[in-house]
Each structure stands twice: as structure tokens, then as C-alpha cells.
């Protein structure tokens, strides 16, 4: 993109690494503090919470927006990823946060400092394929935790998401970085990227995540994707997730086994299948459950099948956490949720 065809907005938006370095000197030698936020685009409230965390903890905060093909396998939705751009940029020159400082007592405003809006050639000066087998130069794989749950329907997935992410890092410089709960896996994933690579900036204990925002009424998470879903769809099919993950929440507290409550959970799937299945005077949907699962955060390894809460607490602390999540296909899109059991605060999810 060159910096002509960007939209005039509040904020610069860089669009090369070195402009924004030029910037991100002034405050390291200011010794400003830089929050950040990456993101692919296609903003909704899920990211303006993100903005909304950095904005009160940073006296910068900066946003990317890029699209990286490096996560999307050749027969995923790169081609199609909706793209908001002057909508984003909009979005992201209203939102504000009246903030306190010690210095200054309640009347600081924040916005957001910059954009970081590159092309494909400057995050991937070597070229990039979406093929794992065609790619050349370097790649960052967090080994033994990139295959479980999402990386288990999206094997090259979470590479393409550590390289990009280890790069915005050392392009940004970020003092704390926000990332979503909805994408649980990646958020933990990227933590033990920087605690594995000595990181400073951001260090890991300053990698944050945010509780997933949801749609008021249906529950559904917030997606980007959520753009491809018909009204139908939107409606009827894409909150069973949701629903699938609290029933299995409450089989769990009820003392029930993970294959119970995972049974549970595809219970409520089929359900809204058979319905909608049923209904044979609308367009037809095909829904599918991709997985449900309940994963040691620590390990990412799969639970027993006899595993129940009682089982779990014993073994190591109380009220110790599980990752329950989940994906689901609803027509062509595919969704994921996920719910902590037991203490959030253990994964570190802020409140
Ligand atoms: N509903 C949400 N609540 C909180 N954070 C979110 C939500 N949706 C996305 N995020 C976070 O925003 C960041 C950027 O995500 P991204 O741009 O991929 O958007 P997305 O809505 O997750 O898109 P997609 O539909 O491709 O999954 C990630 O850290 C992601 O976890
Ligand atoms: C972290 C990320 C911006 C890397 O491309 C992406 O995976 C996302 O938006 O969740
Ligand atoms: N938020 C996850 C980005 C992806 O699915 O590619």
C-alpha cells in the first residue's frame, strides 16, 4: 500500500517499518510507554476492547492491520478475509479514554497514536507462500503447542501466526501487548513465544488477554468472520457454539466426567443441526461441529476422558483452569468459542 491511497485519519499511519521507527524512537527517548494491538482488520468491538485496555495503560497505543497469508492454508478464506479499511481507520479515530494519571487528576484524554498499516513485501522481505513446503527464509514455530485444538483442523496455522507476530514485535517494540480470549490458544501460544525467546519488548508477563465481547443478545462471539453468516445463520445456527460450551460448563461443575460433558455439548449441536435441517422452507444451511475439547492450558495437552473437576483440583491447585473450546462450520464459516473452567486468573485473563 502506498501511503497515498491510505485515508486521511487522525493518526499517522505507517505504512514501512523504518517511518515507523522514526516514531517509536521519539517515545522510547520520551520513555512513553507503547501499548499495542494487531489485528487483521474488519474492526468490531472485540478489537476496540482490545484498544480500550492498551488506552488506559499506555501513553501510546498503536494498532496493525494486516492481513498475513502466512496463517491462512492454500484452501482458506485469504482470498475473501473481509476488508474494512476507511471504516477502521474511522472507527479508530473516534474511540477515546478519559484516563487518571498521577501527574494530571482525571482530565487526560487518549486516542490512538498510530496505525502500522505494512504491505506484504515489507513484513515478508523474502517472499511469502502459503504452501509450508514452497516457503523459504525464516519461520517461527512454538513447537509441541501449535497442533492441539485449532492447530489440529489448521496444522501450518499457528507458524504463520508466530512469524507475523514475532515480527510486528520487533517492528512495534511494544511496552504491553493486548491479544483476545476468543483466540485463546494463540494468546497462550504467543506468551511462551516471548518467554522462549528472552523477549523485553514486549517481556511475556506483559502480554495480556482480554475476556472475549459477545453479541448482547445471542452470546455469539464477536468475529470478523461473522461478516460471511446470513441473517439466518447469524440468528439461528452460529450461538450453538456458544450454548454447546455452557452446557458442557455446567455438566463439568456438576462433578460429570469430560466425555459427559463433551456428549452434552454435541447434544445441543444436534439440536440446532436437526432444526435447522428441518426447516425445509428456508435456504439450507449445512452445520457441522469441527471439535469440542477440554485442554490443560499449561500443556495443551487433551484431558482424560474420565476426567472430572474433583479429579482435576486434586491433582495441583484449586479450582485449577481447563480450556474448553470448540469450532463449528455454520455454511462457509467456520467459528470458534471457548470458555475457562475454573480460575481465569491463573491463565493470567484480565478482569
Ligand atoms: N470478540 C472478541 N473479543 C475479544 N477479542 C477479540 C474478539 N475477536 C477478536 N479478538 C481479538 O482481536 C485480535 C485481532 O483478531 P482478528 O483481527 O483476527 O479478528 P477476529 O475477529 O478474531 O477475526 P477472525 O474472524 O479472522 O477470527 C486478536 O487478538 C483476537 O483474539
Ligand atoms: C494475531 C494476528 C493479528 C496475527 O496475524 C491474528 O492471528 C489475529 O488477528 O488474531
Ligand atoms: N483471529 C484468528 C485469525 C485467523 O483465524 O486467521
New binding site residues.
Partial sequence: MSSSTVPECAFPVFTTVSSYREWRRKAFDEKQTVGF??????L????L??VKRSLAANDHTVVSIFVNPAQFAPHEDLAT?PSTLPRDLELLSTISLQVKTSENEGALIRTPSAVFLPTISEMYPTGISQNVTEQKGTFVEVKGYGHQMEGKTRPTFFRGVATVVMKLFNAIEPTRS??????IQ??LLLRRMARDMLMAHPSPDKIHI?????DTTSSL??????AYLTSRERQIAAPALHAALQAAKSAWQNGMSKQHCISDAQAVINTVTEKVMSDRNEDSTDVRLDYIEMNDPDSFDILPEDTTRVLWDSDRARDRAVVLSGAMWVGKTRL?DNIILGDTRQLGIME
Avoid at 493486548?178 to 483466540?183: E, L, M, N, T, W
Avoid at 482480554?210 to 459477545?214: I, S
Fill in positions: 494491538v494487531a489485528t487483521m482488520g474488519a468490531h468491538e472485540g478489537h476492547a482490545l478475509y493486548y491479544f483476545g480470549q476468543k483466540d494463540q494468546a482480554v475476556p472475549t465481547v459477545r462471539a464477536l468475529s470478523s468472520r461473522n470458534i
